[in-house]
């Protein structure tokens, strides 16, 4: 839980790590250690407790036990569908599309596969919202496309794809479609069916379970080659003895999201609605990232015109307040990230992004600070005047 004296405001970031997931994995770092691998009842009371995890999961994707893998995180499970598809095309010249709003985990991978394994890659524009279009997916599939890899909500400007519509393109031209859910998972429908995908990434400590463990959906029969070789854990496709505690806090912090998810989404929605109406309405300058309304619940983003972002996040950390300019990843790099850049904003604007994301602990009184202290801190880093009107909740 956050501190009581600091304000936390970067839950897309990471979430604090559910109580109640806490106490399900403490047995299995002392009492329950067996190797799920080993055939003895020690192995066997660990793999038991591994598949009811992976049950859990699989009930709240709507898919089979067997198509997920248990990961280290989002970006092992966005480098195991990348990489996983790649390895086992057989195409000479395989094609990958993807956009350029993704996370490193996606961005990164790509640009690597295309460098230096032989592979193309088409990196499709988004609107002013961030919204990519199906119709350039449509356009951009040539006949040597493997796949096509779109992140579900964007980390840095809560925009949510219009997934199902990109799948069923995908599934015309059969090509496999994975998205990078790691940021929905608290939020937003995980179920596989009514998406349509092949392949999708998840990272627990998004949804308040722990760090380093994640998953990749990967629908029967989709071809993937394993990418981490070694023991047969996770039916080949991931070498490497479970991380049997965080694993069950995945598993239990996943069913804890689906029971309060629209008690949560409703909750989150109205802190980050009064939020946005407030920044929008008694700041000059500043404009909305994103979508107004197709983005996570949780999320409110912003550019400020002539502000440093990095220097407004510094100011905020000093008055208690953790936010974000972007994704974690990112924070610190003076450069505007590449997704700020895809949107076409202002030169000006780009340095100026900041990243308030909302959670279980976030409160009305949290809000008011806030906008208490960025009335305290934009005029002084950029010497405009504030023009304060009442608040529009
Ligand atoms: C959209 C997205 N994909 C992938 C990742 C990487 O996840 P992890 O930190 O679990 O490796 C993140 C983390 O911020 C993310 O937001």
Redesign the pocket.
């Known amino acids: 839980m956050p501190t009581s004296s600091r304000i936390y405001l970067d839950y897309?970031?990471?979430t604090p790590c559910d109580p109640a997931v806490v106490e399900t994995m403490l047995p299995y770092f002392g009492e329950v250690f067996g190797n799920p691998s080993s055939i003895h009842r020690d192995g066997q009371r660990s793999w038991q407790a591994v598949e009811q995890a992976r049950k859990s999961i699989a009930k709240v994707l709507n898919c089979h036990a067997s198509e997920l893998v248990f990961t280290?995180?989002?970006?092992?499970?966005?480098n195991l569908a990348l990489r996983g598809a790649l390895l086992a095309s057989e195409k000479s010249t395989p094609h990958l599309i993807t956009t350029t709003v993704?996370?490193?985990?996606?961005g990164h991978t790509v640009a690597q596969l295309a460098k230096e394994f032989g592979c193309t890659a088409t990196y499709l524009p988004v609107d002013s919202v961030g919204f990519v279009s199906t119709e350039q997916i449509r356009d951009a599939i040539t006949p040597d496309t493997v796949l096509v890899s779109i992140?579900?909500?964007?980390?840095e400007i809560g925009t949510i794809q219009p997934i199902a519509e990109i799948a069923a393109v995908c599934r015309e031209a059969n090509v496999l479609l994975h998205i990078?859910?790691?940021?929905a998972g608290s939020q937003l429908d995980l179920d596989v069916e009514a998406l349509g995908i092949d392949l999708m990434?998840l990272?627990?400590?998004?949804f308040y379970g722990p760090?380093?463990v994640?998953a990749l959906y990967i629908r029967n029969g989709t071809p993937i080659s394993v990418v981490q070789t070694g023991g047969a854990q996770e039916q080949g496709l991931r070498a490497g003895t479970h991380n049997v505690p965080l694993i069950i806090g995945m598993g239990k912090a996943m069913e804890l999201v689906q029971e309060r998810r629209e008690s949560y989404n409703a909750r989150v929605k109205a802190l980050r609605d009064t939020l946005v109406s407030r920044v929008l309405n008694e700041f000059e300058a500043v404009r909305l990232t994103g979508h107004p309304s197709q983005r996570l619940p949780n999320h409110a983003s912003f550019v400020f015109d002539n502000v440093d972002g990095n220097a407004l996040l510094m100011h905020l950390d000093m008055a208690g307040i953790s936010a974000s300019s972007g994704?974690?990843?990112s924070t610190g790099n003076p450069e505007p990230s590449a997704v700020i850049k895809a949107l076409g904003l202002p030169e000006s604007w780009q340095l100026g992004s900041l990243r308030l994301t909302v959670g279980m602990h976030t409160t009305a009184t949290d809000i008011d600070r806030t906008i208490d202290a960025l009335h305290d801190i934009v005029p002084r880093l950029r010497g405009t005047q504030v023009r304060i009107t009442p608040t529009v909740a």
Do not use: F
């Open positions: 897309a970031a990471t280290s995180g989002g970006s092992e499970s966005d993704e996370h490193h985990a996606i992140i579900y909500a964007n980390n990078d859910a790691v940021q990434s990272g627990a400590h998004k760090k380093g994640g994704s974690a990843c």
